[in-house]
């Protein structure tokens, strides 16, 4: 179980980094990418190809976002790369000029949301095992099954359906 204080500050850069953050804790490895980041499927894919077994995400997805695609994005990320996922956000203030959805969230290696916060200021804590996102990893092998030799380059053929419905497209 993680029971580490966690402090993130805001920096700008001239360009942006090309290299992504991992660490280590125990025998977790740790990716770390910000908000919109959770967005890109293939961010994660890089980060789990790599090793990390845990991707944190600090994010502030808004009003109209946050109840559409926080815990779906983050859910998604952790099935796809079979690790876990924590995104972590600042609790709601109405009075704010940004307005967070909050929930800050963990899911499972296997898409289960392990513990969530409402939008209220508190702390979740949860039990992860090392081993599962392995154990996940051994039983349904999709990076070993990938065929990115298909993938990349690929083109879309169009063909005519096989079955002819009768559908109204406005």
Known sequence: MFR??????NQKFSQAE????SFKIGNFKIGVGICYDIRFAELAQIY???GCDLLLYPGAFNMTTGPAHWELLQRARAMDNQLYVAAVSPARDENATYIAWGH????????DVMETMDEKEGIIYANLDAQKPKEIRQNIPIRYQRRSDIYEGCKLKEVAPIINYNMHVD
Do not use: R
Request: without cysteine; positive net charge; hydrophobic residues 45%.
């Open 48 to 50: 789990a190809s790599q």
């Open 4 to 9: 580490e204080k966690f402090v993130f500050k």
């Open 104 to 111: 800050s969230t963990i899911v499972s290696p296997w898409g």
């Open 18 to 21: 090309k290299n992504l953050l």
